[in-house]
């Protein structure tokens, strides 16, 4: 393992001995490679995280999965990990800007008999404490639906109303992404009748948050928002048949 290839192209990072290669070369830039195809990425560059961003992704992301399942069957498993993904993110985009302690999407796990993560950051927020905020860990699927239907977490007037068949559908999603992204060697079967209903609900979910008053309005911008709801209203349509 320790012996250096001889026909590897000189610009392409090499092992150093007993040791493991975990970066790039420092003036590796995002281009694409000459000769391997392959990408190398620029040790300057960064991905920032954005709650509204991400959310659209999302919504993108979904579409294209659910819409594949017509052509491959195949497909079926990551429609179902893109739009549990969709749904969780429009949760954390109604959760998120309408809490001033921003605190709204954090476990409310107990911790061996210590507060919960939700619990104890609230308290430190609202006290003179310096004290370390304990990590931030996200609250469950069911505990984010919850919430986002509770006008205590989303102040009043914008808590989410959701019918039993749409709470039944995003619980069934929630437990075939479960499946999926916690997978082990057995096999199951799912029986693909249903599936259309259920990835409606996610859009139709989605599209609840972004006609909630408030929503992101000073960084969703009209045309995004626009966007967006035409994508979610277009897959309702395809998934209920009605196209």
């Known amino acids: 393992h320790e012996r250096q290839d001889p026909d590897r192209p000189d610009d392409h990072p090499r092992h150093g001995p007993r040791e493991n290669q975990r970066r790039v070369r420092p003036d590796a830039c995002w281009r694409k490679h000459s000769e391997c195809g392959g990408f190398l990425i620029s040790s300057t560059e960064y991905y920032r995280t954005d709650v509204d961003e991400l959310f659209f992704d999302a919504l993108l992301f979904a579409r294209e999965q659910v819409t594949k399942i017509a052509e491959e069957t195949r497909s079926v498993p990551w429609a179902i990990l893109a739009s549990q993904t969709l749904v969780q993110m429009a949760c954390i985009l109604a959760l998120d800007e309408r809490d001033s302690t921003q605190t709204a999407c954090l476990s409310d796990a107990q911790r061996r008999g210590k507060p919960s993560i939700r619990e104890a950051t609230v308290a430190l927020l ?42 039944a559908d995003l619980s069934k999603l929630n437990n075939f992404r479960d499946k999926i992204a916690h997978y082990v060697p057995h096999s199951w079967s799912l029986e693909l009748s249903g599936m259309p ?28 928002r626009a966007s967006a709801k035409e994508m979610c209203l277009e897959m309702i349509k395809i998934l209920k048949g009605e196209t």
């Open 197 to 224: 209903r259920i990835f409606s609900a996610a859009f139709e979910f989605a599209l609840s948050t972004i006609n909630t008053p408030g929503t992101y309005a000073h960084r969703f911008d009209a045309e995004k």
């Open 126 to 167: 609202h006290s003179p404490s310096s004290q370390k905020l304990p990590e931030p860990f996200l609250a469950s699927p069911a505990s984010l639906l919850k919430r986002v239907q509770d006008t205590n977490d989303v102040m009043g007037l914008d808590a989410l109303v959701l019918s039993d068949q749409m709470k």
